[in-house]
Structure formats: structure tokens, C-alpha cells
């Protein structure tokens, strides 16, 4: 039989520490690192003692940079939404963090150098080179606004840890719940 998350009516797992997928005993080889274990306590000092949803999730990741000690912080954002990433700047700096900007366009590599395909001299979005970047430069990532796919190959290259703060959903002004909420099975392609 498959197991399926959505289909337990039980919830064993969270109820009786029911392992239905054999995921304990690596799972906890991998919170024995100290560095994990040390992330794993900031989060939940985020939560504990009745904090779960008194912060706003940009509240949150301040906080968490300065429980984890990180010094450089990475943001990773899309050209269009720069103006919130100079808002953000301000705000982190004015909590004692340094940001380190990394612009989707950073690198000057044009559309027709990434893709044989096109011919376009427009200079491209680079996610593989604001993950190079932000590798060499941050302890930590903040994820503002990249496109789909860009994001995928972001995460991918990226070595550090990282977050996302905003997804972007242009057509929802960055919801994306909205848009799960909206959402209407058509027959349209």
C-alpha cells in the first residue's frame, strides 16, 4: 500500500510518533550536527512559549539572522521589485544587519549567451550568478521575488542557507495563497 500524508486520517505520526516511512532514525543523524541543531533551536525560539504568529515573517528572519549570529546577509531579489529591496536594506541595517544586494541582472549576461536559441542582446535575469555571488559573499540568503525557474536554478547553485520572503505573483500583488484559494479548474491549456 502507498502511503499518502493528505489521506491519513490518523495522524500517528504527530499523535503516537508513528515512523510510516522509516524516516527517523535519519532524520535524526542529520539534527545531530551541531550547526542544524543550532538552527533548529533558533526557529523554535521564533514559535516557543506562545510566539507562533505574534511576529511578521520579516520580523522573523531579523530575528533569526541575529540568533544565528549571521553578519552578511544576501538578498537575492528581481530587478522590478528593487525598490522593496532598498526598503529592506534600510530596515535590516537599522537592525544592526549588512545586506548584501544581489540584483537578478548582476553579471551583464545577455538572453542570446544563456540560450542558443534566442537572439536577443537583452541582458538576462542570472540566477546561477547571484547564487555564485551570494555563496562567496552571505551567510545567510533572504529570497525576494524571482521568477519561476530562475528560482529553481537559484536553489540549486546556492551552497548557503537561505529563505524565501516574497514569492512573486504578479497577477495577486505577491499573494500566492490568494491565487491557490482563486483557483478554478478550466479546460483551457
Do not use: W
Not at 527517523?24 to 506562545?50: A, C, F, H, P, W
Not at 540584483?103 to 550568478?129: F, H, L, Q
Amino acid at each position: 500500500m502507498k502511503l499518502n500524508c493528505l489521506d491519513c486520517k490518523t495522524k500517528n505520526c504527530r499523535k503516537t510518533g508513528a515512523d510510516c516511512y522509516g524516516l527517523k532514525e535519519n532524520s535524526l543523524d542529520i539534527y545531530d550536527d551541531q550547526e542544524t541543531l543550532d538552527m533548529v533551536r533558533s526557529s523554535g525560539r521564533l514559535v516557543d512559549n506562545g510566539r507562533a504568529g505574534s511576529l511578521s515573517r520579516f520580523q522573523e528572519v531579523i530575528e533569526f539572522c541575529t540568533l544565528q549570529g549571521y553578519k552578511k546577509i544576501g538578498l537575492a531579489y528581481c530587478f522590478g521589485l528593487e525598490s522593496l529591496a532598498e526598503e529592506i536594506r534600510e530596515k535590516m541595517s537599522a537592525s544592526g544587519l549588512s545586506l548584501v544586494p544581489a540584483r537578478c541582472s548582476m553579471g551583464a549576461v545577455k538572453e542570446c549567451e544563456i540560450d542558443p536559441d534566442k537572439t536577443s542582446e537583452v541582458y538576462s535575469c542570472n540566477p546561477a550568478g547571484q547564487a555564485v555571488f551570494l555563496n562567496d559573499n552571505a551567510d545567510f540568503v533572504i529570497e525576494v521575488g524571482l521568477c519561476l525557474g530562475h528560482d529553481v536554478i537559484f536553489h540549486q547553485q546556492l551552497k548557503v542557507p537561505f529563505t524565501v520572503l516574497l514569492v512573486k505573483d504578479r497577477t495577486n500583488e505577491h499573494n500566492p495563497l490568494k491565487g491557490i484559494r482563486e483557483y478554478q479548474v478550466t479546460n483551457e491549456p
